[in-house]
DNA sequence: TTGTGTTTTATTGCCTCC
DNA sequence: GGAGGCAATAAAACACAA
């Protein structure tokens, strides 16, 4: 086999490799070449010269995969901050700008995007995770004061009872307070359906009682128009943010504010 | 120094689009 | 059918504790 050299072919979308004579290699390198060969190979950035230059690659001869330079780098950031895909011409200029073959440029974008995906998943893991510690805690809230409620209604009728024992003539009026007592022990018993909420009673307000309508829904749709049934028509397309929509629309104006503030490219910003 | 975990660079195979 | 994208993976380079 020839000496090692190896030599990219920039036009080759397929990894092909070419020996520095232009005879063709294998796609990859793992399974053509061993350790020692390897140990020969060129360094992974140079420029076009530079592969055909013996006392570079002389100088190079114990490099193997080399790390891109700091300014290669921070060029190659400032680009995807900008594009976070590459025009072929656009690639084809950066590379000849950094010293580098096209295909290595257009494999840096690559990795790079998929190290954005896997960061952004994070983000959007934590900000969601946030989402439920903060219902949950809500949940908990409603369950003592409904907790709360209840032991007062308790109370209240247990007084009223005791009035009743004591005596009080029936064709005597009823206290200030007893439609207060039987209106709260109607909303107990609706509120008893209730299992969340976003934050504050639903049954008791600081206005006084509310009277409770006759109808099921206590959620009228036109005041939660994202909060949807199952139904049968569900086609399983659901992406999950249905019936918390409030909820997912803060956690987007907070993935947007963050991207700015930490300079995230908003241009091609796209969910994948 | 060495073992181990993480990051970076590159390859491979498959898929989609024109 | 070729170009280019992505996911999965390999392997070199690097960081760091013991």
Redesign the pocket.
């Known amino acids: 086999m020839e000496s090692g050299r190896l030599l ?1 072919d920039p ?5 092909m ?1 070419f020996l520095g004579n232009g005879e063709p290699l ?6 053509v070449i061993n ?1 020692e060969e ?1 140990s020969k190979r060129r360094p ?2 140079s420029s076009s010269e530079e592969l055909y230059d013996e006392e570079y690659y002389d100088e190079q001869l114990p ?6 330079t700091a300014e290669q ?1 921070h060029m190659l950031e400032k680009t995807f901050e900008a594009e976070n ?2 025009e ?1 011409e656009r690639k084809t200029q950066l590379a000849k700008k950094l010293g580098l073959q096209p ?2 440029v ?6 790079r ?3 954005w ?1 896997t960061k952004q998943l994070e983000r959007d893991y934590d900000q969601l995770k946030s989402s439920y510690d903060s219902l949950l805690s809500d949940y908990d809230s409603l369950l003592k004061e409904k907790e709360k409620l209840k032991a007062e209604v308790v109370s209240l009728t247990e007084k009223l009872q005791a009035k009743e024992v004591a005596g009080a003539p029936k064709s005597e009026p009823l206290p200030a307070d007893a439609p207060l007592v039987s209106t709260l022990l109607v909303n107990v018993k609706v509120e008893d359906r209730l299992s969340t909420g976003s934050g504050g009673s639903a049954v008791v307000d600081e206005d006084g009682p509310q009277l409770v309508d006759s109808g099921d829904s206590y959620f009228p749709n036109d005041e939660y128009p994202g909060c949807v049934a199952p139904s049968e028509e569900d086609d399983g397309s659901d992406d999950g943010r249905s019936c918390f929509p409030d909820v997912f629309m803060v956690v987007e104006q907070e993935r947007e504010q963050q991207q700015h503030d930490e300079g995230e490219p908003l241009s091609w910003w796209v969910w ?1």
């Open positions: 990219f036009s080759c979308h397929g990894n490799l294998f796609r990859g390198t793992r399974s350790m390897t992974f950035f490099e193997k995969k080399r790390r891109l780098v895909k590459l072929p295909r290595q257009a494999v840096w974008f690559q990795n995007r998929a190290r995906k994948q």
